[in-house]
């Protein structure tokens, strides 16, 4: 598949997100019809230029991917605590801030 229309699969998944919640590495690419392929998606969202939700992605685990103190991982801090987002020691909460589709946003909306 192109990187073009990844990207495109991407933006459309994270465009469903809603304000406060995330979303996993994995999660995302199982929804973008790319299972397995949770590395693809952190390059993705480096490549794309416009502010596609990006900072309600993380790891498996509930942390922020980027290293703690620097810039970035302050940036998507701030953004997640805006949104209502409790983070702690760079972890969120997976349990309680987890975005769960539900059957009609993955059978029609997210439809690839």
């Known amino acids: 598949m ?3 229309a990844v990207q495109s699969r991407v933006e459309k998944t994270l465009s469903y997100v809603p304000s406060g ?8 690419a199982d929804l973008c019809g790319l ?5 693809m998606m952190g390059k993705c969202l480096r490549d794309i230029n416009i502010d596609c939700n990006w900072h309600r992605v993380l ?8 290293p703690a103190g620097s810039e970035k991982a302050e940036e998507q801090r701030q ?7 409790v983070v702690k020691n760079n972890r969120v909460n997976m349990r ?3 975005w769960m589709p539900d ?7 997210l439809e690839y």
């Open 2 to 4: 192109a990187g073009e």
């Open 21 to 28: 919640h995330v979303i996993s590495y994995g999660q995302l």
């Open 35 to 39: 299972p397995g392929r949770a590395r």
């Open 59 to 66: 790891r498996s685990d509930g942390k922020i991917a980027f």
């Open 79 to 85: 953004r997640l605590t805006a949104e209502g987002v």
């Open 96 to 98: 309680k801030f987890a």
């Open 103 to 109: 059957l009609h946003t993955i059978l029609v909306e």
